[in-house]
């Protein structure tokens, strides 16, 4: 693989690697804090309940605590979950080669209100969101066709794209489970919500080693597509089962 083609792979990959690092940091932090809080209740002070699960958010887990016993409780939780796969996209005038990661990673804060002194809750709050998809392509002997025109793999280089959202994404939702409770014991939980992310912002680049305008146009103008077909996507469905324990 010639020299300026590695190190351009080697730039997304390091920027995966970056992003990955700095989750791991967050992600670690909160679980120190989360055991932490969890740890440092006295038997007298309020349950805490603490929970694993699954959603379309990934897998995570999550503390909450009685505010007001019996009627809302505060939840602190992380969810995560990564998957990568290879493909070509295709549409009417676009044919790219990829290697993609999805990885989903949201530290929620919520707050659960139970209006029935029952089982049955209402969920609101916000997530840290850092949802996003990361794609790369080198193909230097295939052809690329980028907004309606071809390329080579040669003079497009490295074609790099990215899908995230806005920082802070409010939550709202419904749920049925067990609140924390002063008594031990297991409890399970069944969430549906929707996470207000807003628009994906979709950002495309090639290296263009060639300097090739028409290229940079064409790509410019698949990245201002993507985004429009992109806009209308603004709420992320949330569904998820959940296993807690109350202490």
């Known amino acids: 693989m010639p020299q300026r083609y590695q190190k351009q792979r080697e730039d997304v990959n390091g ?5 990955a690092k700095q989750w791991r940091g967050w992600g670690a932090g909160v679980v120190v804090a989360l055991v932490g809080a969890v740890m440092a209740v006295p038997a007298d002070a309020q349950p805490v309940n ?64 139970y209006p029935f002194a029952g089982v049955f809750r209402i969920t609101g709050g916000a997530m840290v969101n850092e949802n996003r998809v990361t794609a790369y392509s080198f193909d230097p002997t295939g052809t690329y066709v980028i907004n309606g025109t071809s390329y080579p793999g040669a003079e497009v ?19 049925w489970g067990s609140k924390a409770a002063r008594h031990s014991g297991f409890s399970m939980g069944f969430d549906v919500g929707v996470l207000f992310t807003g628009s994906p912002n ?32 603004k709420l992320w469905p949330v569904i998820g089962l959940r296993l807690g324990y109350d202490f």
Do not use: C
Not at 83 to 102: D, F, K, V
Not at 157 to 175: C, D, E, H, N, V
């Open 15 to 19: 920027e995966e690697f970056s992003m």
């Open 50 to 113: 603490v929970s694993i699960g699954a959603s379309t958010l990934g897998l995570g887990v999550q503390v909450s605590t009685a505010l007001i016993p019996g009627t809302l409780d505060l939840a602190v939780g992380i969810n995560h979950l990564s998957e990568s796969r290879a493909g070509t996209y295709t549409s009417s005038n676009n044919s790219i080669p990829y290697h993609a990661t999805l990885r989903l990673q949201t530290i929620p804060v919520l707050l659960n209100y």
């Open 157 to 175: 280089g490295t074609f790099a794209g990215k899908m995230s959202y806005r920082r802070i994404a409010p939550y709202l939702g419904i749920g």
């Open 202 to 233: 979709v950002q495309l680049s090639a290296s263009n080693p060639t300097g090739n305008p028409a290229l940079a146009s064409d790509v410019a103008a698949a990245q201002a597509s993507a985004n429009s077909r992109a806009s209308s996507y």
